[in-house]
């Protein structure tokens, strides 16, 4: 499978915004599904992850309750929705594919990485 994220903007505190995860190839639904972010000068770090039957989310204790992470098997895309954006979010969003659902927390435990997409929270 290979990933493509888009969506990412230059947006506003308390906007919201939604990225994308576009995957090729038809193994997408057996891939657990995660969201990672890394800030200029900063690791990369989890946001959200999602099973892949869609029954099971996590996320970061920093985005639970703003952000949402969905999929469309039928679509071969993953989704984030990112609601009352804060400057601190501000970072480049990467999405990744696993299969390892007891390790989604951990980007080594990720087979597959998207290129990232910039998104960008001014205050």
């Known amino acids: 499978v290979q990933l493509q994220a888009s969506g990412g903007g230059l947006v506003r505190a308390g906007d919201s915004l939604r990225l994308s995860c576009l995957a090729s190839?038809?193994?997408?639904?057996?891939?657990?599904m995660g969201w990672f972010r890394q800030a200029p000068g900063k690791e990369r770090r989890f946001v959200a992850g999602?099973?892949?039957?869609?029954?099971?989310?996590v996320y970061a204790s920093s985005v639970e309750g703003r952000f949402t992470i969905s999929r469309d098997d039928a679509q071969n895309t993953v989704y984030l929705h990112m609601n009352t954006l804060k400057p601190e979010d501000t970072a480049v969003y990467y999405c990744?594919?696993?299969?390892?659902?007891?390790?989604?927390?951990?980007?080594?435990?990720?087979?597959?990485w998207g290129q990232g997409t910039q998104v960008t929270v001014s205050s």
């Open positions: 999602i099973m892949s039957n869609g029954d099971s989310t």
């Open positions: 990744a594919a696993s299969r390892q659902w007891r390790w989604i927390r951990f980007d080594s435990k990720y087979d597959v």
């Open positions: 190839g038809s193994t997408f639904s057996s891939y657990e």
